[in-house]
């Protein structure tokens, strides 16, 4: 029976993540949203915001977004409903927008509450504050690589979220953990970064064996991982 279940569950969170990769390949505002989001929660690391003032803008930027996509949805069903002008269509559609609306602008009010005074304070800060947690800046690293896969994915349309598809996000992730823990161990950095070098390219070979990826998939995961990590860190490290 649990070996029935898996699959099936696992089929249900690539479902939902082809409902995201369609909102961001189709909707202009979605994508607007989705980099807007990105530049708020690097923005957020980088400033070493509070837990709850985290919570805070995961929440707003959550609200963001679910609205948005259930404003889609109600648009698909009411053009799938009906072909001509309707009144009570138009409402509906006009009340789903003003929902995000609504959701942008409390965005917005939180974001000025949080960083407010910390976008006042001199740039080199900001910098320093970076350099002195590499564990912030390899979450950014991580986070990066995975909206690029993202958004690959949703430009190629190749594949599914979870499986398949152009580039490899297991290799990418896989590479740009290898390249960032290369940068932030200081004794034995040789013999640790080789060893992350392997397991990161056991990854990959695992995602070629299984038929998940081609060999060109899994190689430019790796490199989109390792450009993004080394960039990053050759910039603020």
Do not use: C
Not at 43 to 62: N, P, Q, W
């Amino acid at each position: 029976m649990s070996a029935r279940r898996t699959p099936a569950v696992l089929q249900s969170f690539n479902w939902a993540f082809e409902g995201v990769i369609h909102v961001l390949r189709t909707e202009r505002n979605m994508r607007i949203h989705f980099a807007l989001a990105t530049a708020v929660l690097i923005l957020a690391f980088s400033y070493g915001v509070t837990k709850l003032e985290l919570m805070a803008l995961l929440i707003a930027i959550s609200f963001v977004l679910i609205a948005e996509m259930v404003n889609t949805a109600i648009e698909a069903t009411i053009d799938l409903a009906t072909t001509s002008f309707d009144p009570l269509a138009k409402m509906a559609k006009d009340i789903a927008a003003g929902a995000v609306l609504i959701a942008s602008v409390n965005a917005v009010v939180i974001g000025y509450l949080v960083f407010a005074d910390r976008l006042t304070e001199p740039s080199s800060r900001l910098v320093e504050r970076v350099r002195e947690a590499p564990a912030n800046l390899t979450l950014i690293a991580l986070i990066l690589i995975v909206l690029i896969v993202i958004a690959s994915k949703a430009l190629t349309g190749s594949g599914t979220p979870l499986r398949g598809g152009l580039p490899s996000g297991h290799a990418a992730l896989a590479f740009g953990g290898w390249m960032a823990i290369t940068f932030i161990v200081e004794e034995e950095r040789v013999v640790v970064s080789f060893v992350a070098l392997i397991m990161a390219l056991l990854v990959a070979q695992t995602r070629v064996e299984s038929g998940i990826h081609t060999t060109s998939e899994v190689v430019l995961g790796a490199v989109t991982g390792t450009l993004v990590s080394m960039i990053l860190f050759q910039v603020l490290a």
